[in-house]
């Protein structure tokens, strides 16, 4: 082997690397088909289209630092109860009102209005988010105790 005309030394940087053979650039291929195609299924569960949706229709202030909202809930399983939790915001950006919201089944589509106290003046609503998780205090399914 030589370097601009010049021999190098024999065994100082190794020997020269041996080709794969054909036989470990197909597992390799396979393996890294394999890990794309697992990588691309959880993104597609995770980032996909989403079980249940909601957006904000309307708002509205109301007296005593409340406001009123109304929303669209869309479902993919329109049989089981959700619920969604509603906020309000102040004039900073900072929320300062926070409300669960109970979904009973029925239509894959519903409005639904509610009213949402803040800590102080609030000048906007949304909707942060919704799920199928519905704790135990807000489902109408349980018992009556005491």
């Known amino acids: 082997m030589t370097v601009a005309g010049r021999a190098l030394p024999e065994g100082r940087y190794g020997s020269t690397r041996a080709r794969r053979s054909p036989r470990t650039m197909l597992v390799l291929i396979v393996c890294g088909l394999l890990a794309g195609g697992a990588v691309t299924y959880l993104g597609y569960k995770n980032l996909g289209t989403a079980p249940i949706e909601a957006q904000r229709t309307a708002f509205s202030n109301q007296p005593d630092n409340r406001m009123e909202l109304t929303f669209d809930v869309t479902r993919t399983t329109p049989e ?26 029925g239509e894959p589509s519903a409005r639904v209005t509610t009213v949402i106290r803040g800590a102080s003046e609030p000048v906007t609503a949304d909707v942060f988010g919704c799920s199928y998780q519905v704790p135990a205090y807000l489902s109408t399914d349980q018992p009556p105790t005491g």
């Open 80 to 105: 089981r109860p959700a619920v969604c939790i509603v906020r309000v915001r102040g004039i900073d950006g900072t929320e300062n009102g926070r409300k669960e919201v109970y979904i009973a089944p």
